[in-house]
């Protein structure tokens, strides 16, 4: 293997040792030559030991790590890992679902799955893959074949990329990188059918993130008034209506995401469902609203992108649950969510406590909500765990 090389500096090799899957910039003491982007390079230690392989990048984050073996990153490397998501995804996900198997779900999630930097959604015969790595993205073509290899049920491969790759030299356009056809794609998710459109949509088409929680929503749903806050594909909407919610509102300022809800509503329930759609900025229509609810969903996109928009998105998370509280009827719940990896499952929990003070009313945590195990965190890489969420019965 001629891959270039990258030495660490004196005892910057522990957390290698504990197998975390990044290495920041400051460990690195020196390298080859010509060492560009998203190349391949090989780790090793200031006394010359191998430690690792993987992609390098130019920021804080020096190098993904991809494997702590001596193995060349090749179309059998990606083969062999993406086989080992499959198995796993079979075995212990795929297996829970009352309706169809197979049809949405995650089949690679970066750390959690040992290849930092990619992420591939599975919406029936169509895999989208989305590199949030140079590296990754440059290894597009080997990825769609080992899972068009793989996975006997993938025909066509989309790439998402070129909203997620980093600003650089190195572009991607979005496109097919095998198979191809039309769009979009309708799928279901416990016996609810979904458009996603991955030309069109945010991240690969839709949040898979949030199935289980959507599960759980539906529970709570029998004859409640339903508000669902940047409801997107409305999803949540769904759920609520095959739970038997009286009626149900979904917001969001995206004129197309409001499209969209409308149309996942009809694709289930036709055109008699008790469900309105609202093109309006959360923070807008829940000062103007006259109405109250018995459930409010809130979940916003990711307010703290990096760690020093934390403070900020603290406020931002006290204000908007505030506000929610204030519309829901005594009794009521508020499924509440921040996909912030930069904010802590503590930090979240302690702005819905402040929210609750500041309305003066009584609150109890129901259950505490996170990503489902088609998004496996790495034991190694805790920031892997970045969806954390609350159910909250608020008196």
Not at 107 to 125: F, K, M, P, Q, T
Not at 171 to 182: K, P, Q, V, Y
Not at 257 to 272: D, M, W, Y
Not at 292 to 316: E, W
């Amino acid at each position: 293997m001629t891959d270039k090389k990258i030495y660490l500096g004196h005892g910057r090799e522990d957390s290698i040792k504990r197998f975390h899957p990044w290495i920041f910039s400051g460990a690195v003491k020196r390298m080859d030559s010509g060492v560009s982007e998203g190349d391949t390079v090989a780790v090793y230690s200031s006394k010359g030991e191998f430690l690792c392989r993987g992609h390098y990048e130019p920021g804080s984050i020096a190098v993904r790590i991809l494997t702590f073996v001596d193995e060349e990153i090749n179309g059998q490397f990606f083969k062999n890992r993406i086989s080992e998501a499959y198995r796993l995804r079979k075995k212990y996900v795929l297996s829970a679902f009352a309706d169809k198997p197979g049809d949405m779900y995650r089949l690679v999630h970066g750390e959690g799955d040992l290849l930092s930097g990619l992420v591939v959604d599975i919406y029936g015969d169509t895999a989208v893959v989305q590199a949030h790595s140079v590296g990754m993205g440059k290894s597009g073509k080997l990825i769609a074949k080992a899972l068009t290899d793989v996975c006997e049920n993938i025909k066509h491969v989309y790439n998402k990329s070129s909203s997620t790759l980093p600003e650089g030299e190195y572009t991607a356009e979005d496109g097919w990188l095998s198979g191809g056809r039309e769009l979009p794609v309708t799928v279901s998710e416990y016996g609810n059918r979904f458009e996603i459109n991955p030309e069109e949509g945010q991240k690969t088409g839709f949040f898979i993130d949030q199935r289980e929680n959507r599960l759980l929503l539906q529970r709570y749903s029998q004859g409640a008034a339903v508000l669902n806050l940047f409801c997107y594909t409305g999803a949540f909407s769904v759920y609520a209506m095959k739970g038997g919610a009286a009626k149900t509102d979904s917001v969001d300022s995206s004129t197309k995401a409001v499209a969209l809800a409308n149309r996942n509503i009809e694709l289930n329930f036709g055109n008699t469902a008790s469900h309105r759609g609202t093109v309006s900025d959360v923070f807008d229509y829940l000062k103007t609203t006259e109405d109250n609810y018995d459930l409010i969903i809130l979940d916003p996109p990711a307010f703290a992108k990096h760690r020093n928009a934390v403070r900020n998105a603290l406020q931002a998370y006290k204000r908007l649950n505030a506000k929610a509280m204030e519309r829901l009827n005594p009794g009521g719940i508020l499924f509440t969510f921040s996909c912030s990896q930069a904010v802590g499952k503590q930090q979240f929990s302690e702005a819905v406590f402040s929210a609750a003070a500041i309305t003066g009313r009584q609150a109890s945590i129901l259950h505490y909500l996170n990503q489902p195990a088609d998004h496996p965190v790495n034991i190694y890489h805790p920031e892997g765990n970045y969806l954390k969420g609350l159910a909250v019965y608020v008196k």
